[in-house]
């Protein structure tokens, strides 16, 4: 996901990446432009910052994907979709 969100807003851009990698069970990776003061973040599944970088440069992080699969099964959302309500026919 890129942002060039202005550095004065960088703490509600964290909050947003944090709520939109827990609600989708995701690792979110945040690409922010460095000039603009808010950082590049790596966000799992829920919802804890795992890496940032103020600087610029390049963020390397790599995805736990057994963390991903135990939280999946420990927290089941997915079995709460309605799938009927928005399929594409």
Do not use: C, I
Request: aromatic residues 12%.
């Amino acid at each position: 996901m890129g942002a060039a969100w202005p550095g004065a807003y960088a703490g509600l851009l964290e909050v947003l990446a944090r709520a939109r990698a827990a609600e989708n069970q995701a690792y979110l990776f945040l690409a922010s432009r460095a000039d603009t003061g808010s950082p590049s973040l790596f966000v799992g599944p829920d919802g804890r910052v795992l890496a940032r970088r103020e600087a610029e440069g390049l963020l390397v992080a790599e995805p736990d994907w057994g963390f991903l699969e135990a939280y999946r099964k420990k927290y089941p959302l997915l079995r709460h979709r309605r799938e009927d309500l928005y399929r594409l026919w």
